[in-house]
């Protein structure tokens, strides 16, 4: 078992490289456009930036995850030919299609997502880089299921930083404003094509097979309802922030949203290898005892992450980097309130993404909509009922609602089908520790007394709390230890 999970482990850190690298330097824009745009600029550009997130889901219909499912079962080169190219040949041709009607309907479109006529031309960008997303999908799929793990890496670093540059050089030296944003994802997205091109090309052919398609959409059409709620839950607060505020309000809730980045880095790139993982090592012997680790494991990890990010956020987010410029721009320092509790949110999305492997293994993929939907269902309605009371909190508690009904969805549902033991000693040790010591930095930070040596305090004292409950021992750290220090 310690094999196995030491080469989950492996891939996840290969994966991590990408992520936190690659969307380290990704951040890097978060002070750049809050240091440059206004807060009712930088709110315009993500509400559009919403409607490419949930689009991509639309695009892609689930393909990727039934190209994983049926490709990991193809017993020989010609259904593995066909696991590939059916998937991308239809992803394809609706992409094709769906491009087409966009363009000749923008006016509609524009009209319908209720932008002015200023930023109509962002359509365009949508559009294409919509466009070419959806096709490096199934590529890049592939590339995990067959643990390519570092090109995957390297084409995904290679487009975040040509994405990166192209934004500091078209919006500082050449004053492009918002369009920068979305001209740079394009060319960005344009990469990853060209860069996965090799890739394409030598398992592409010309054919569709209709029983394997068949196959693929019947697995993959309910990821689609699951898919968008999944994406409510990340997005939907933008729309009704911005219809129950305005546009400089959802560029301070957004701008401090996205210091959640680094507790999502770690959930991101755990996902990226536990899909492959659990698919591979279903019919292992100990494998469910294998997955009840992970979920101890992970919730340990995120754990840590959540408290310090909580007890430093917002040192980190004030730090001057350039005179008067800071990680975060002055001007949104109001909503640095909300980032722990975005990350409380992660964390149990964290848990959801360990709790998808008995829904996978047993094809009950059917389930996925009615766990996500109900996760969308509360997100809607505690932000109708909690924004225009509370403003940005009322956005990000109904955030970390959500993810805690998806949570514990998914975990009644997969253990109906696909039963594991988990360390619920553990794991349940671990929230209540988070509850206490969440109260005691609440209780300091509104007393005025929350300085560096009590955070410092409050970290250590957590980690000693883990081995003193023994959710962490001495001898499994040592165990671990010595594995990974042994040559491969």
């Not at 990469?191 to 993959?220: N, Q």
């Not at 990226?272 to 279903?282: E, I, S």
């Not at 956020?313 to 721009?329: M, Q, T, V, Y």
């Amino acid at each position: 078992m310690k094999e196995k999970l030491k080469e989950l482990t492996k891939d996840t850190a290969i994966y991590g490289i990408s992520n936190i690298v690659g969307r380290f330097l990704n951040f890097l824009l978060v002070p750049f456009y809050t240091n440059v745009f206004t807060k009712t600029e930088y709110g315009i550009a993500f509400y559009v930036y919403s409607f490419l997130a949930f689009l991509n889901i639309v695009y892609i219909c689930g393909m990727d995850a039934a190209f994983m499912k049926y490709s990991s079962l193809a017993q020989n080169s010609e259904d593995k030919e066909d696991a590939f190219s059916t998937p991308f040949i239809f992803v394809f041709s609706t992409s094709t299609i769906a491009t087409i009607l966009f363009l000749i309907f923008k006016p509609q479109i524009v009209s319908a997502i209720n932008i002015t006529s200023d930023y109509s031309y962002l359509i365009y960008y949508l559009t294409f880089i919509l466009f070419f997303d959806t096709l490096a999908l199934i590529p890049f799929a592939d590339l995990r299921l067959r643990r390519r793990a570092v090109k995957f890496a390297v084409i995904k670093m290679i487009n975040i930083f040509i994405n990166l540059s192209l934004n500091i050089i078209l919006i500082k030296y050449y004053d492009y404003g918002i369009e920068g944003i979305f001209l740079s994802n394009l060319v960005a997205s344009a990469f990853s094509i060209i860069a996965l091109s090799p890739e394409i090309f030598a398992k592409l052919k010309i054919r569709i097979s209709k029983e394997t398609l068949k196959k693929m959409v019947k697995f993959g059409i309910p990821y689609l309802p699951a898919s968008i709620a999944a994406m409510m839950v990340q997005m939907i607060d933008v729309p009704i922030l911005r219809e129950l505020t305005d546009d400089a309000t959802v560029g301070v809730y957004r701008a401090n949203y996205k210091l959640g980045i680094f507790m999502m880095l770690f959930v991101s790139m755990f996902q990226y290898a536990w899909q492959p993982f659990f698919l591979t090592n279903a019919k292992e012997k100990n494998s469910k005892e294998m997955f009840a680790k992970v979920l101890t494991f992970t919730t340990i990890i995120m754990a840590v992450i959540w408290l310090t990010l909580t007890l430093f956020i917002s040192d980190l987010a004030k730090i001057e980097i350039l005179p008067g410029k800071f990680i975060i721009g002055k001007d949104f320092w109001d909503g640095l309130v909300i980032v722990p509790v975005v990350l409380l949110g992660y964390l149990f999305y964290g848990m959801y993404i360990n709790f998808t492997a008995g829904l996978y293994i047993e094809e009950k993929t059917k389930y996925f909509p009615y766990v996500t939907g109900a996760g969308a269902a509360a997100n809607i309605i505690v932000n109708l009922l909690l924004i225009p009371v509370y403003g940005l909190i009322g956005a990000a508690i109904a955030t970390l609602v959500s993810y805690l009904v998806m949570a514990a969805g998914l975990f009644l549902v997969s253990q109906k089908f696909y039963k594991i033991n988990y360390e619920y000693g553990k794991v349940f040790t671990i929230l209540l520790l988070i509850f206490f010591v969440g109260v005691i930095y609440y209780h300091l930070q509104f007393e005025n007394l929350l300085n560096i040596p009590y955070k410092i305090l409050l970290l250590f004292g957590f980690i000693f709390s883990l081995f003193l409950f023994r959710v962490i021992k001495f001898s499994e750290v040592a165990s671990t230890v010595k594995l990974f220090l042994k040559k491969s």
